[in-house]
């Protein structure tokens, strides 16, 4: 599925303004995969997930005239599925749902014997699951749901600003931890 | 499989930006760490076709109270969705059958580059403009003549028992057997309604003001925008000129670009993107008695305008 341009995303969504359900499916079709990976990185139940996603998409058409005309729609949606996925969370705190508990804290450990630059890639994620919370978020939803700041900023209900400053704090992060690893990697080929 | 570099180019332009912020010899290692983490997400999004599709079907059937919006329905004001699922469980224990049908309303939308004629079920016909939208209760006939529209249609009403109304963006035309255009585009700026008659009268009003009525009669035309009391006082015009788009003329009056250009997009289902803005409100008078390809109108308004164009893969860009 090719991702759709935000001038396309920008049309479906005046149209769905104008009550078109054409555009509403297109939409639909093109940020549901998105979507549902995003919700089932808080849920690990497909069918939570699945419902949530919908409840965002019923809500989006149901309050169409209540939609602020510059408002991004994806960026209203992405917080939707936030919002209630973390009351899911919340409420159903008994059961064993969990915010991304299965990331690897230390991939390294499989990646032996691989390739230089996938050996960093795990230890990337394994750095990026350890960033401090807030940071963490902005700069998944900027790296990989690719969001802009302003929809980061909408979903994660703080200024545009601070989003930005959160991703940057997490860049340094990650870069002085690859650097560190660099280093020790030199002193020791063995260091891992 | 040509996915990959143009997402790269969007990314490097949209984050051009960001990366401007740190000092130039950390810059690059910055983007360093940020192409390298590319590989470091989930995996990619994965549903089948026909997953997103029954997801598509279900969310329709939680939606289910037709193609408009609640705040125009007249009926479902605070709590739409509690309210017709209550309509629907009494339905249900009244009719058992045939619920689903009485709500829904019928929605009849024209594709962009096409025009269409519909006959409504009281035998009124009614001709629409490319890309318009136009719905009407189950019940239409029965209980009420009322149509919403979106777009530009002319009508040919029938005589029948209840009175005839065009409901369009928060304005109302209300008829008896009679014929008029009506042009309502909800993308247009300024959010206009025009209504033009060719035969017999119209009453023309704001929704939310009747008592602020204007009656138009044959060869008359007014229109209301959102911010206006009351219609214009109605005045005569060149008919013709005004229902020139069923013959497939393209007749601009002194209109902003940005509205030409949506007409042109219907008109020739091309997407047409202004990239520059300070352009779109610069008006423009053109006719043209039935164009063939958007060309040779696009052409022309460059010309004029000291503008430029070049294909995109759906349409045309237009450039200063």
Redesign the interface.
Known sequence: ???P?K?QIR?WG??I??????AF?SL??SL???L??YAG?YNRNRAVA?DI??DA??AL??K??QLEPDRSITGYLYSIVRNKSLNYIRDHSREAVGLLEDRPLKAAEESEGRHE?ER???L??GW?SQLPDRQREAF?LS??EGL??DEIAEVMEVSPNTV?NH??AA?KT??DQ?DTYKMKQMEDPRYE | MN?VPR?KN?DAS?RGD?FA??PPDDRN??KE??E????????A???SEQE?ES??L??HG??R?G?????RAGQGKKN??TKVRWWLAAAVVLLVFGAGLLLKSQ?I?VPRGELATVTLPDGSTVELNSGS?LWYSRLFGYTNRTVHL?GEAFFEVKEGGSPFIVSTQQSVVRVTGTQFNIRSW??EPSRTTEVTVTEGRVRFYPEDLPEHSVMLREGEFSSWSENMKQPLAPRSVSVDNRLGWRKQKLMFNEQPLVVIFQELERRFDV?I?LTAPHMAGETLSAFYARPKHVETVLKDICRVKGLRYSRTANGYRVYK
């Not at chain 1, 303004?17 to 054409?22: C, G």
């Not at chain 2, 390298?36 to 995996?43: I, M, R």
């Not at chain 2, 193609?67 to 705040?71: S, T």
């Open positions: 599925m090719d991702k341009s001038k049309i005046e149209r303004l104008a009550s078109d359900r054409k499916n639909f079709r549901y995969p998105r549902i990976r990185s699945r996603v919908q998409f019923v058409w149901e169409r005239d630059k960093l890639v795990a990337l994620k990026i998944e790296r990989f802009e700041h930005n991703i940057v860049l990650l870069r690859c | 996915k997402e969007e949209s960001f912020q740190f290692r910055m760490i940020w390298l983490s590319a590989d470091a997400g989930p995996p999004p994965h549903s997103v997801a598509l279900e969310v939680r939606i109270t193609g408009r919006p609640l705040k739409g969705w929605t939308s939208q979106d909800s993308l997407d993107e």
